[in-house]
Each structure stands twice: as C-alpha cells, then as structure tokens.
C-alpha cells in the first residue's frame, strides 16, 4: 500500500456543511481551490495507493516537534497542489510550508504553483517574496526531479531567481484535467438571449465591477452570481457584508438586486457545482477557477483576464480571455459569447494532458491515466457521497436557508464547535488546528492554566504560612486568648 498525504483543505468526498465550511475555514478562503486539489487526488487514486488530506494544517501555525519525522515514517510521497502562492500576503503560509518541509525526507511534489503581479507589472514586482520562494523551491527540488508551475510568467520568475530550466515544468493547473486528454466543450447553443442562464464569476475588488455586475444582472433575469470566497459565504450566511468593499453596485452587501432576488449561490463541493454548470449556456467573470468549473461542466467560458495569475493560465490552456483590468458595464455578454471560440482549448487540452502526466511520471506519481493502475475505490466513494446543497442567500423563498442558520445555532455555532455534530473533523491533524472555530476550547483551556496556577500559588502560600514564626506566633497568641476567655 502506497500511501501519500495531499495538500488539500479536505478529501473530494467528505460532506461539510457550510457552517463548518466557514467556521473552519475547510476551503482555505475560497472554493475554488477544492478544483485542483480534488482533480490531483483523482490523477493519483490509482489500485493500492491510500490519499490522505493534510487539510492544509502544516501551513496555518509552525509545525510542531515531530511533525516531519510524523510525514517521514507514515507516507510515502507528499503531494502540494498550490495556486497562486507566489505572493506577498501568502508569504508566512510559503514559510511555514517551508519549515516543514526542512524535515521531510520522502519526495514532494508540488503542483500548479504560480506568481502572482498586478496588470502591466513584470517579475520586478516579485521582489518582496524572491527570498521566501528561493528557500521553498529550493527545498522542494533537492526532493523532487521538477517542480510543476502555472505558466510562463511563472517560470520566467523562477528562472530570473537562479533555478536550473530543466528543473521546471510548465503544466498549468490540474483542475483542467479532470476529465483526462479526450475531454472537450461545445457551444451548447449558437447564439444567446435575453434569457439564457448565464453563470458569472466576480473578483469585487476589480475597477468597475459593481458597474458591470448590476448591468449583467438587470439585462438577463437568468443570470445568477456564483460566489466563492470566505467573504461571498459568510454574507450568504449570516448576511455580514464584505468589509473591505462600498461599491454599493457590487454584490457583497444584502440590498443588492442579486442578493434580494436569490439568485446567488456558493457551492462547498466541486461535484455539485460541474452538475449546475452543465444547466448554464455560458460561464464569464473574472476569476480563473469559476470558469474552469463552467468548462469542466461542459459548457464554454470566457475569462476576463485582471492580473498576471490569471492570464498565464488562460494563455497556456488557450482558454477564451480578454484583457479587461478595469471592467465596464457596456461590455455586453451576446457579443463576448459570439467570439467565444473553444477551438483552441479543445486542441491545446490534450497536449497539455501529456506534459501534465509526463510531470507526474517523472516525479514518480504513479496516475490513473497510465493502462492497469486502476482507480482505487474513488468512483464508489463519489456515488456513495451525499453532499450539502450550494447555499442561497436568506431570503430564499422556501425557508431552509434559515431553517439552517437556526440549527446552526440550537446546535452551538462557534462557541461550541469543538462539540458540535456537524463539524469537520481532520483526517490528519498536523498539527492541531486552533482556528476560528476552537474559540471556546481556547477560553477553557486558559481558565483551567489559570485555575491550575492559582491552585499552586494558594499551596506554595499555604506552606510558607506553616512555615513562618510570624505566623506561629499569632496562632499562639490566638490559642492563649481563646484559654482566657474559657477560664
């Protein structure tokens, strides 16, 4: 039995619903990254191998005393599905990662990591965090053959910091290759209409979103808003808007049309989300992930391409694009379909397959593609699955939204969410996570420290009484006046 520990917030078929979602942060802040993550656990779920989710703990607090040498004698590859970690506010998590991995003696392998730099800027903009990605990539090939990045913005970057050429694969993210080489899409119609359903993908923080959101909104009544951010999740939740965002045109606040016409969604599981996608004519937006899950639904997508993450992406799977740092709310969604062209895509899939498994080959993965590996138990394990519905917001006509949060809270919310029956419980906690969710375990662990410390101080004072003459002669002028007082 080959068993390999994956970099991943959970396993593609536990159910978690999206209190515990939330409160534990499962998806590392945005749904999104549940694509690659679960697309590289079905790549390597060949016969005999057993996965186990590492629900990225190692990058959240330092790893504790053990915890490689844990890594070292139970598993036998480490697999880290990344995105875009090459970036300033990802740097800690980078380093922490790479503390880790200073004691790991079994290959890593990581996939699908790229840099991140604002529209129009270079790899100059990288500077902040050349020294915290030099100490991880480097720890990582003296552990593997290549490390597998984004794209050529990427790898230009890593080249420019000193890293050997050969040492690194352009493979793009694995989410595209779920489906294996033969997977294609098609325009599911010629044309669309007022009312086609429409999928849209946002990144709220983009110049003129809230613009053009409104006015794709207000055009197509059948559009809806897929969200998929913390942010996204707990304003459908608990109806807190975002905080950082006061375009009142952007849809992350409760007045807006989306929101009161129920038509946003968030979807905790990758599954249910391709099964909605295949229902839409066209997915669009600004987030790469968002369209992927619309292409992997088989439907086309057009991505409107903001930072260098992105487009990296979309130019080395030829996926539909148009560079677009500031949105407008002219853009009209019939004329962006129309010169939606998958050809493309469909050619550049299947070459993209190869080098994706070429990776995987000569880092000593062995995958599903290869003939007589097998699947493992992974398609049983996802029919047998049962997985929480995508979340509305609160005004949902039918009542179960609310009918949710109020479980939620009967059951115990976040206070109690070390005992709560619908929390998700690690598989490998490594090491213990002490997040969000473990407020109350925190409390309770300080008052018993505390209770503990008073306890020692009351038996130390205790003992320096009976020890003190001070105090044995004011018991000894007690017992002579209690005598008079008898007699």
Not at 152 to 166: A, I, N, V
Not at 178 to 192: E, N
Not at 257 to 266: A, E, K, N, S, V
Request: aromatic share 10%; proline share 7%; glycine share 8%.
């Amino acid at each position: 039995m080959t068993r390999l520990l994956i970099r991943s917030g959970k396993d593609p078929f536990t159910p978690v619903v999206a209190e515990s979602t939330l409160t534990q942060d499962v998806f590392n802040s945005n749904s999104g990254n549940y694509l690659f993550q679960h697309s590289m656990w079905r790549a390597l779920s060949v016969d005999g191998a057993e996965l186990i989710s590492n629900s990225t703990l190692s990058e959240r607090v330092p790893p504790e005393p053990g915890d490689a040498e844990r890594i070292n004698d139970e598993f036998d590859h480490f697999v880290i599905p990344m995105a875009n970690a090459f970036r300033a506010d990802f740097a800690p998590r980078l380093d922490r990662l790479s503390e880790l991995i200073e004691g790991v003696t079994i290959p890593v392998t990581v996939t699908g990591i790229g840099a991140q730099a604002p529209h129009g800027q270079g790899i100059e903009a990288m500077a902040p965090v050349n020294d915290t990605v030099k100490r991880f990539v480097g720890l990582v090939l003296d552990r593997s053959a290549s490390i597998g990045v984004r794209g050529e913005f990427t790898r230009s970057y890593l080249l420019s910091l000193g890293f050997p050429d050969d040492a690194i694969d352009v493979i793009g993210c694995p989410s595209l290759f779920l489906h294996g080489g033969g997977f294609r899409v098609d325009k599911p119609v010629d044309a669309l209409t007022v009312d086609s359903p429409l999928a849209l993908n946002l990144t709220p923080e983009v110049p003129g979103i809230g613009a053009f959101a409104t006015a794709q909104a207000q055009r197509h009544p059948n559009l809806t808003y897929i969200g998929q951010d913390g942010h996204d999740l707990r304003m459908l939740l608990w109806g807190v808007p975002f905080p950082h965002v006061h375009d009142p045109l952007v849809p992350v606040h409760l007045e807006h049309p989306l929101y009161q016409q129920d038509r946003i969604r968030l979807f905790l599981d990758t599954w249910p989300w391709y099964d909605f996608m295949a229902t839409q004519h066209f997915a669009y937006g600004t987030r790469f992930h968002g369209n992927v899950a619309g292409l992997l639904g088989g439907i086309p997508a057009h991505l409107l391409a903001h930072d260098s993450r992105t487009l990296e992406l979309a130019e080395y799977h030829r996926m539909p694009y148009t560079v677009m740092p500031q949105l407008s709310a002219d853009l009209r969604v019939e004329e962006l379909y129309d010169k939606t062209d998958m050809d493309g895509f469909n050619a550049e899939l299947p070459r993209g397959f190869d080098r994706f498994t070429a990776f995987l080959d000569r880092n000593g993965l062995q995958h599903i593609w290869t003939q007589g590996n097998g699947r493992g138990d992974f398609d049983q394990r996802l029919a047998a699955a049962t997985f929480p519905p995508p979340v509305h917001p609160l005004v949902a006509a039918d009542g179960h939204e609310i009918a949710s949060r109020l479980q939620w809270l009967r059951d115990g919310m976040v206070l109690d969410i070390t005992r709560h029956p619908q929390a998700y419980h690690q598989p490998y906690e490594h090491p213990v996570w002490s997040g969000a969710g473990s407020r109350h375990a925190r409390l309770h662990a300080t008052v018993r420290e505390q209770a503990t410390q008073i306890s020692a101080l009351t038996a130390r004072l205790e003992m320096l009484e009976r020890g003190s003459p001070y105090i044995r002669l004011r018991r000894a002028g007690r017992r002579l006046r209690d005598t008079f007082r008898r007699s």
